[in-house]
Structures are given as C-alpha cells and as structure tokens.
C-alpha cells in the first residue's frame, strides 16, 4: 500500500460542510463515475480474465454505493445535477501513458489513487458529520473505499513487476499532490 503525498486542506472540509448538500450531489455522480470506470477496464481489457471478475464486483459495489447517495438525496429532496468533467480527475488522466499495457498500469494507478483520496475524504468527511443516519452512511463508505484503492494495486500486481508499479505509483502520487494543491476549493469529493 502507499500514503498520499498531502492531506486534504481543512479549508476543504469547511467548504464541505458550508455546502453539504451540493457535496453529496456531487458525491453521488462521483459513486456511478466509479461503476462505469470499472466496466470501462472490463470492455477495454476483455483477454486479462483475472482481474474481469474482481472489475464487476467493484463496478456493482460502486453502483450499490451511488444507489445509497440516491436515497440519501432522495431523503434530503435533492436532485441531481447535470454531468460536469471532473478536473482532478482529468488532470491525472492526462498524464496516462497511451500504448496499451502502460495505459492499463498506469489507469489501474490512477484509479488506486482517486480511490485513496476519496477514502481520505470520505473519512474526514464522516468524522465531521454528528451522529446518525448520515454519518453511518460515510461509515460504511469509508470502509469500502479503503479496500477499493487496495483492490487496483493488487490488480496492477498481477501484471506489472513491483518496480514498475512503484515506479509508476511515486509519479502518480506527486502528481496528484500538485494537482490536489491547484483545485479550488469546492464542495466536491475531488
């Protein structure tokens, strides 16, 4: 496993909690983002069977997860909003190499750490919120994000050398660092 470079600023909790409901609106587009980001591996890499199951259940997980974020809109009557380009997200993709076996390293990277920042987060974000159902909800989400960034390590690790990976993960996890650093703050999961 790895550590991320830089906590998330205080200044981001803040935003969110000044601004909870756009967050979770947010929140849940970033949960079915995630699904179609696991199928998307399944479609693109159809011939690596090994990771294809581990890929589905992750892809249903996430989309069981943005159903919880439907309910809980749901409950506080909110809707939600039109699709908008994640920039934290495209700014680490952007740096995603294009041949095909350093494309599926470096998407397995990439997707390990937006799922560690959004366990980071989802965690700060639980530990802020008072006691209930809400809370309970960042609870459970929290645990699984922790085993999701796991997941596309041990994925990458059934293809790539350790060196590779390491290689690779140091990059990522500079990058994200600065990428994180140049977000304005926002009451957004990323």
Not at 10 to 20: G, H, I, N, R, T
Not at 148 to 169: K, N, P, V
């Amino acid at each position: 496993m790895f550590e991320l470079r830089a906590p998330s600023r205080a200044e981001w909790l803040k935003a969110v909690m000044e601004d909870l409901d756009s967050f979770l609106v947010d929140h849940a587009a970033c949960e079915r983002k995630a699904s179609a980001l696991g199928m998307s591996f399944v479609v693109r890499y159809p011939d690596r069977h090994e990771m294809l199951d581990e890929l589905i259940a992750f892809s249903r997980e996430e989309l069981e997860h943005f159903h919880v974020m439907y309910r809980v809109l749901r409950a506080r009557g909110l809707s939600f909003a039109n699709d908008y380009q994640d920039e934290y997200v495209g700014a680490l993709r952007k740096l995603v190499r294009t041949g095909r076996e350093e494309r599926l390293l470096d998407m397995l990277i990439v997707a390990g750490v937006v799922e560690a920042r959004g366990c980071e987060r989802m965690g700060l974000v639980r530990d802020a919120l008072p006691e209930g159902e809400l809370r309970e909800v960042y609870v459970q989400l929290t645990r699984a994000e922790a085993r999701h960034h796991g997941l596309f390590f041990r994925l990458a690790r059934l293809y790539f050398s350790d060196t590779a990976i390491q290689e690779r993960s140091s990059y990522f996890l500079d990058a994200e660092a600065q990428i994180l650093d140049l977000q304005p703050l926002h009451a957004r999961l990323h």
